[in-house]
């Protein structure tokens, strides 16, 4: 039983800044990765940002040079720095969680979603 908490969403002008927090709890013995995912309406989610035990990352082209997702830390939330931004930015953004319970069971979690709205 893994729970994920996303916040930090909210309403923000062209060109501003927005930093989504990301918390996972319950029954958790290692987090191998977190990532952040965005559904914008009519439109499939895609992903925005990972982030490795090992430190590696990865970046949608979209967002590139704009957003940074923190390193994971234990007990530390993982945050994604928004600047830059742009009204393609408005959608939910969801934070996904992988790891294991336990030496044998692994799990796969998300979050509710935080909305983020750029306006134009």
């Known amino acids: 039983q893994v729970h994920v908490d996303e916040s930090g969403g909210g309403v923000v002008q062209v060109g501003g800044s927005l930093r989504l927090s990301c918390a996972a709890s319950g029954t958790i013995f290692v987090i191998n990765g977190m990532g952040w995912y965005r559904q914008a309406p009519g439109k499939q989610r895609e992903l925005v940002a990972t982030?490795?035990?090992?430190?590696?990352?990865n970046y949608a082209d979209s967002v590139q040079g704009r957003f940074t997702i923190s390193r994971l830390v234990a007990k530390t939330p993982v945050y994604l720095q928004m600047n830059s931004l742009k009204p393609e930015d408005t959608a939910v953004y969801y934070c996904?969680?992988?790891?294991?319970?336990?030496?044998?069971?692994?799990?796969?979690?998300w979050g509710q979603g935080t909305q983020v709205f750029v306006s134009s």
């Open positions: 982030v490795n035990s090992g430190g590696g990352t």
């Open positions: 996904n969680v992988k790891g294991y319970h336990n030496y044998t069971l692994a799990f796969d979690a």
